[in-house]
């Protein structure tokens, strides 16, 4: 189940029904693909920094 929050809702969608969303709008899935790659690589870029500053601290 994926949970959105939105200002005045919240929505629960289970992934079949985001997948059937997102297949209906090439672009958004696409542009969602990039936008979590991005996000991935920037916990992991922090995570990794995060584990420096513990050794040099």
């Known amino acids: ?6 200002p005045k809702c919240r ?11 997102l297949k209906h ?4 899935w696409e ?3 990039k936008r979590g790659k ?3 690589r920037a916990r992991q870029r ?3 920094q995060g584990k420096e500053g513990e050794k040099h601290g």
Request: proline share 3%; net charge negative.
């Open 11 to 21: 929505l629960f969608l289970t992934e079949e029904e985001v997948e059937h969303l």
């Open 31 to 33: 542009a969602a693909l």
């Open 46 to 48: 922090n995570a990794r």
């Open 38 to 40: 991005a996000i991935m």
């Open 1 to 6: 189940m994926i949970e959105i929050r939105l």
């Open 25 to 28: 709008d090439p672009e958004l």
